[in-house]
């Protein structure tokens, strides 16, 4: 549960309550290689089929030491927004290399 707030450029702002519903998975491949799936769903109540953010992640992640603290991820990331703000695309994709430092 959550609460969106909005603000635009020409001075219009949208406020709604928002729910948020998803799942993460990750597979290992192999014992150096983990791909990873998550898909989050944001939909707004007062309209939940017309109104929403749809966000996913799919990558791979392999460690790059032997004592595997430190990681190689590779991702794409597509975040979908069925009413984007006037002359914004509905799809926003990145393409992710970092260099992540996992401590336990």
Do not use: C
Request: a negative charge; proline letters at 5%; zero cysteines.
């Amino acid at each position: 549960m959550g609460y969106r707030f909005e603000s635009y450029s020409d001075g219009t702002t949208e406020k709604d309550p928002i729910g948020v519903l998803g799942y993460e998975t990750i597979y290992n491949l192999n014992s150096r290689l983990n791909l990873f799936h998550d898909l989050t769903y944001y939909p707004s109540f007062s309209s939940p089929g017309q109104n929403y953010l749809l966000v996913t992640n799919f990558g791979a992640e392999m460690p790059i030491t032997n004592d595997e603290a430190w990681k190689l991820r590779a991702s794409l990331r597509s975040q979908y927004n069925s009413q984007p703000a006037l002359d914004a695309e509905t799809t926003d994709t990145n393409y992710r290399l970092n260099l992540v430092y996992d401590w336990e």
